[in-house]
């Protein structure tokens, strides 16, 4: 299979459900197939859309595979049929899709596309905007809908094409009301919640959001491959220069304002680090602020070395295809602008060519730098072998310089020039104290071979003088730059490196992205050893242990080699942030041990609460009917006793559903609950509910059941979950009205709403809804215990499904039930509509 090119990948994103990706994904199979192309169906779901069905004539479809789950029968992909027919094209819909377990399947169907496009055939396929994993919790929070079937990012991004399928929202809605994407029982529920003008609206933004981001990528990767250096404007990219200073934060927020103006534009900072460290003004502290500032407003913040900071500033904007840049006006004096010439603003605007320049004032603008205090940077080799080669290297070049074929070519400024530049380079090794021997060595030397009278040391001349003092004072003046230079560079490296460390794992630790472990093996990697350990009580020591305090009771151990001090303050850092984690794991276990209890102190003051009232009144009214019929002094009427075994039978029956529900709410809480999966007809399981309701509930209105799947469910806990819904919409219905029941079927799922139009829930209230004994819009203790609802979810989600409340327009609340649908056909007799049931 190495030498099988790997298959193209299509993508057909689809803005929101019915935008018509399908639809176009087979538009697209039937042009490639009177190409000449064979192009196979693997698997299509057409949703019943007559339109859409059409669009299938002509093209061979492929059998789907018979799978069994849980007692039902579902269709899949038949992946092995598909590869064992090997077509130039298949056409496979529903990207996101998770195949049903079992029977060696892969757990998503976009890796059953991986698979196809590894055997080299090429796959077109479709997906909506809200699969995509990173925007799923973003869809949620603006549908209200979860999402249980995603697809990686990555995975899309790497399709060869991808087409955005996308309508106007208005538009999409009437094709809705016509009946173009669901049944006409569905289309009300589905305007009125998911498909609202505002939803339609956010999604269709994020998908084109989405997809610019992957167009711009395509651009990003044509204009590297061949070479494209001028900015293209597409879109709007603004970067900001920071040096470190003050002036930042005002640049950063400049460019901020800037890049808002233009929609979807990108903000960038960046900062330039000299490699020779010479970055005066340049805090790290302040760098690492901005930072945060920057990725606070949305923006990124890159770090680039280059000796030129101008240069390399354009030469950024440039591979970033940025539009605009942001720069500080400049720092620096009159005399030092004068004396120094044109500075790095200046020098941006001349090489930025076709990107706009904004230069900002600012506080600091022309008031200078403070340049950092000197200190000895040489090292111990170089400081001992400095005054030696200053001996040396000037009696080697008066050594060459006297040869026969020199002497005489030479007069006698190129000789003193000669040894200036010995002079300079020993100062170049050794630093001041070696500049000084040499230039002695070598005034000396010029004024004994090479000043008349040669032989003769003749210092009392006034221009030998001079000429010894012009060499101290240069080699002095070399030797200060040069050990200036060396001690910027040192210390920026080494600020540079601890900056970055410390900043890296700060902003890590903060995300919580980090271990205990992960944060011991990044001390052992930045610090060099051997090992680190985090212990409580650190052991006896030798020179190869470093141990560093690291929060209450703990030390960070080091093996390895001794630290020097310069290390040690960065180590001190580095402890206190794994005294931090450690700390935070230590709540955070605290927490978690503490939770189970607090909740069941909750439950069980609650349970106490409740138990006082709700298990006694029908304990204490059937006892008292069974009291009465044992009694010998009361002579009771047919009628009578008939009436008080009822009441006994209705007040035992009461008590034992007060105990199940409590039974069944432990069961599920502790996991131990057993499930009986298997197809399950609402309208089998809808009469057993409703006989359970009270002689005086309103009527119950039934509708729109014909033909709805039979869905994956326990019967007996459906029943209940049903049971229990439908009393609390009837005991919150006013007298006169009625409870709704309607059924709908779409995305692989049913939905049952049970609707009344009682006061809705409180504000707050949703929150509460699905606590155990909340009796939320009751004003009495006579309603029960306050399960019925929690134990409701607990049941739906057991049998992976949901249950989700909304509110009913004009009033009221309607309970969302929906579960998974298996593909039997429906059972006979699921043709009545319109169906309504009465209680006598």
Not at 223 to 228: A, V
Request: aromatic share 4%; charged share 25%.
């Amino acid at each position: 299979m190495s030498d099988v090119r790997r298959g193209r990948l299509k993508v057909y994103l689809g803005a929101a459900p019915g935008v018509g990706k399908t639809y176009r994904m087979l538009d697209e199979a039937r042009r490639r197939a009177t190409r000449g192309a064979d192009v196979v169906v693997g698997l299509v779901e057409c949703h019943g859309r007559a339109g859409t069905e059409r669009m299938l004539e002509g093209l061979e479809l492929l059998p789907r595979a018979q799978c069994a789950y849980h007692g039902g029968e579902f269709t899949e992909l038949d992946l092995d049929a598909l590869l064992a027919r090997r077509p130039e094209v298949a056409v496979v819909d529903e990207y996101a899709h998770s195949n049903v377990p079992g029977g060696g399947r892969n757990p998503k169907r976009w890796q059953d596309i991986d698979r196809l496009l590894t055997a080299g055939i090429d796959v077109i396929t479709a997906l909506n905007i809200q699969h995509l994993e990173s925007l799923n919790d973003v869809v949620e929070k603006i549908t209200r809908v979860p999402q249980a079937e995603t697809v990686p990012d990555e995975m899309v991004r790497r399709a060869d094409q991808i087409e955005l399928v996308d309508m106007e929202p208005e538009g999409l809605r009437r094709r809705m009301a016509h009946g173009n994407i669901y049944r006409p029982e569905k289309v009300d529920a589905a305007l009125a919640n998911y498909f609202r003008t505002g939803n339609l609206t956010a999604l269709r933004q994020l998908a084109l959001l989405w997809i610019a981001d992957r167009v711009d990528e395509s651009l990003q990767s044509y204009r590297f491959e061949h070479r494209i250096g001028g900015v293209w404007e597409t879109r709007e990219r603004v970067v900001v220069a920071l040096t470190g200073g003050a002036e930042g934060d005002t640049l950063i927020r400049r460019a901020a304002r800037i890049a808002d103006r233009a929609a979807g534009g990108d903000l960038l900072a960046v900062h330039v680090t000299r490699s020779d460290g010479l970055a005066a003004g340049s805090s790290h502290a302040s760098l690492a602020r901005q930072r945060r500032l920057i990725e606070d407003l949305g923006g990124s913040y890159h770090s680039v070395i280059g000796d030129d900071v101008a240069t390399t500033l354009v030469e950024f904007a440039r591979a970033e295809n940025a539009t605009q840049l942001v720069l500080g006006t400049s720092r620096r004096g009159r005399l030092e602008r004068f004396l120094g010439g044109r500075g790095t603003g200046e020098t941006v605007v001349a090489l930025s060519g076709d990107i706009d320049i904004h230069t900002v004032t600012h506080e600091r603008a022309g008031r200078g730098t403070l340049l950092p205090s000197r200190r000895r940077t040489l090292s111990r080799t170089r400081r001992v072998a400095g005054p030696v080669v200053g001996l040396i290297l000037p009696m080697a070049l008066t050594f060459l310089l006297d040869l026969d074929t020199a002497r005489g070519r030479l007069d006698l400024t190129s000789e003193a020039l000669l040894f200036l530049l010995s002079v300079v380079g020993v100062a170049c090794i050794g630093g001041v104290l070696s500049a000084v021997i040499a230039s002695v060595t070598a005034s000396l030397l010029l004024n004994y071979w090479f000043i008349p009278p040669i032989g003769h040391f003749s210092l009392a001349d006034p221009n030998a003088v001079v000429a010894v003092v012009v060499f101290a004072v240069i080699a002095a003046t070399v030797a200060g730059v040069v050990d200036r230079s060396l001690r910027l560079a040192r210390r920026s490296a080494r600020a540079t490196a601890e900056a970055e460390t410390m900043s890296s794992l700060a902003g890590t630790i903060v995300r919580g992205g980090a271990t205990i472990p992960a944060l011991l093996e990044r001390a052992r990697e930045t610090f060099g050893v051997d090992s680190a350990d985090l212990v409580e009580q650190p052991p006896d020591t030798d020179g190869a242990v470093t141990v560093v305090p690291a929060g209450p009771g703990g030390h960070l151990l080091l093996r390895g080699r001794s630290l020097p001090a310069s290390e040690r303050r960065v180590l001190a850092a580095f402890a206190a942030h794994v005294g931090a984690a450690v700390e935070r794991v230590r709540l955070a276990e605290a927490a978690a041990e503490v939770e189970p209890v607090k909740a069941a102190d909750r439950m069980r003051t609650a349970l106490l609460r409740a138990v006082g009232h709700d298990l006694r009144t029908p304990l204490a009214a059937g006892w008292a009917a069974v009291t009465s019929l044992r009694s010998p002094d009361v002579e009771f009427s047919a009628e009578d006793r008939a009436e008080l075994l009822a009441t006994a039978d209705e007040s035992m029956g009461r008590l034992n559903r007060l105990v199940e529900n409590l039974l069944d709410l432990s069961r599920l809480q502790a996991g131990a609950l057993t499930l009986d999966l298997r197809a399950t007809a609402l309208e089998e399981i809808l009469p057993a509910a409703l006989d359970s309701l009270p002689a005086d509930a309103p009527l119950i209105d039934v509708r729109d059941l014909a033909e709805i799947p039979d869905v994956l469910a326990d019967p007996p806990l459906l029943e209940r979950v049903v049971a229990n819904l439908v009393s609390n919409a009837a005991r919150h219905t006013p007298p006169g009205r009625t409870v709704l029941l309607s059924a709908s079927a779409h995305a692989g799922r049913v939905e049952l709403r049970i609707v009344d139009q009682g006061p809705g829930l409180p504000p707050g209230g949703r929150d509460q809804l699905f606590e155990p004994f909340q009796r939320l819009g009751d004003t009495d203790n006579t309603t029960g215990l306050g399960l019925g609802l929690a134990l409701s979810r607990g049941l739906t989600e057991a049998m992976d499904g949901t249950l989700t409340p909304e509110d009913t327009p004009g009033g009221g609340l309607t309970m969302v039930l929906s579960l998974p649908f298996t593909d039997a056909v429906p059972s006979a007799g699921h043709t009545r509509r319109g169906q309504r049931h009465t209680k006598p």
